[in-house]
């Protein structure tokens, strides 16, 4: 089947605009999770969803960053504001349950590569 | 000081030799231990999955997770080329939010 799929793959903006990132999980996953990877660094956690709330998110480093999973599936990740430190590669997971079994396993699309000028 | 290290290598190896990896975590709490694999503009993808101390062996891979010392350990035994990655460990108290280290470049000579 179809696996975690991001868009745009990159996206080129000036600083002080707004953009959305959008991730399509795999079908039939409750849990999704965002992640951010800086150049030569690991994926760093912003936000998790458990359905259509959101479960965990202490890694949004400030409000200028939101998201939203209105339907439980397809989730958006929203930049105000954005700032030349907010480049990097937004990583999209999905889990089949999020629930922590450990055998849950987050399957990782291919990311969107966001770069503000 | 960050909750996982790991060295961002590059490792360089000739094709068939044995590729040790290596993390150290300070959160006592981390239960779930993973390794992923990421190749060149792709999203990483689990290799390896242990849960507590032990071992755990599949195909050419082997996990090792040492509580104790809060050190954990991939192995990959024949190497090959296209096991050309970077090689993150990641892990997690409840298995849903992971920590990641930094990676380390894995080159696989032919």
């Known amino acids: 089947g179809a696996g975690v799929s991001q868009t745009p793959s990159n996206k080129v903006t000036e600083k002080g605009k707004y953009v959305e990132l959008r991730c399509d999980p795999i079908?039939?996953?409750?849990?999704l999770y965002w992640y951010r990877q800086s150049l030569g660094q690991g994926p760093e956690f912003l936000i998790y969803f458990q359905g259509t709330g959101a479960a965990d998110d202490s890694g949004l480093p400030n409000d200028r960053f939101f998201a939203v999973r209105p339907e439980g599936s397809v989730s958006t990740l929203k930049i105000q504001r954005t700032e030349r430190g907010d480049s990097a590669v937004y990583l999209c997971?999905?889990?089949?349950?999020?629930?922590?079994?450990?055998?849950?396993?987050?399957?990782f699309g291919p990311g969107t590569r966001l770069t503000v000028l | 000081q960050k909750e996982v290290e790991q060295d961002p290598g590059p490792l360089s190896v000739p094709e068939g030799a044995i590729v040790s990896l290596n993390c150290t975590y300070s959160n006592s709490a981390f239960q779930y231990f993973m390794w992923y694999r990421q190749y060149s503009r792709k999203g990483p993808e689990l290799l390896m999955y242990?849960?507590?101390?032990g071992n755990k062996e599949d195909g050419r891979f082997t996990a090792q997770v040492d509580k104790s010392s809060k050190y954990i350990s991939l192995f990959i035994r024949d190497s090959q080329p296209s096991d050309s990655a970077t090689y993150l460990c990641?892990?997690?108290?409840?298995?849903?939010?992971?920590?990641f280290g930094a990676g380390t470049i894995l080159r696989v000579k032919s």
């Open positions: 997971a999905s889990s089949l349950s999020g629930r922590g079994a450990g055998t849950d396993t987050q399957y």
């Open positions: 079908s039939g996953h409750t849990a």
């Open positions: 242990t849960y507590s101390s």
């Open positions: 990641a892990m997690s108290k409840y298995g849903n939010k992971l920590v």
